[in-house]
Nanobody, 128 residues
Framework: QVQLVESGGGLVQAGGSLRLSCAAS????????MAWFRQAPGKERDFVAR????????YYTDSVKGRFSISRDNAKNMVYLQMNSLKPEDTAVYYC?????????????????????WGQGTQVTVSS
């Protein structure tokens, strides 16, 4: 079992920055890819960013490229999401997720089904 706990959310003005943290406990996550998703009110949960187990490869949804940066510290079992130049449309609950080792056939890394452990989420609100 893996437990994921997000922190670092809050209220920020547009243009500001926040750094989200995801603390993993239970089994180590250092050998698996990790990701961040977000869910705005009344909308589906969407992929934000993913990082490989080594940190050598990262992937982002188009709307956050150049503004958000995902990173990890395997020694501490932590994953981070640095969010800069925040916009009101970034307002959502942000979730940390652990990737499955094998994807569902025909699916991609931004498919929620390919993540088998989730945190409880942390609220990010960006005011205009």
């Amino acid at each position: 079992q893996v437990q994921l706990v997000e922190s670092g959310g809050g209220l920020v003005q547009a243009g500001g920055s926040l750094r989200l943290s995801c603390a993993a406990s239970g089994r180590t996550v250092s050998s698996t890819a990790m990701a961040w998703f977000r869910q705005a009110p009344g909308k589906e949960r969407d992929f934000v960013a993913r990082i490989s187990w080594s940190g050598g490869s990262t992937y982002y949804t188009d709307s956050v490229k150049g503004r958000f940066s995902i990173s990890r510290d395997n020694a501490k079992n932590m994953v981070y999401l640095q969010m800069n130049s925040l916009k009101p449309e970034d307002t959502a609950v942000y979730y940390c997720a652990k990737s499955r080792s094998t994807f569902y056939p025909g699916s991609t890394y931004y498919d929620m089904r390919n993540y088998n452990y989730w945190g409880q989420g942390t609220q990010v609100t960006v005011s205009s």
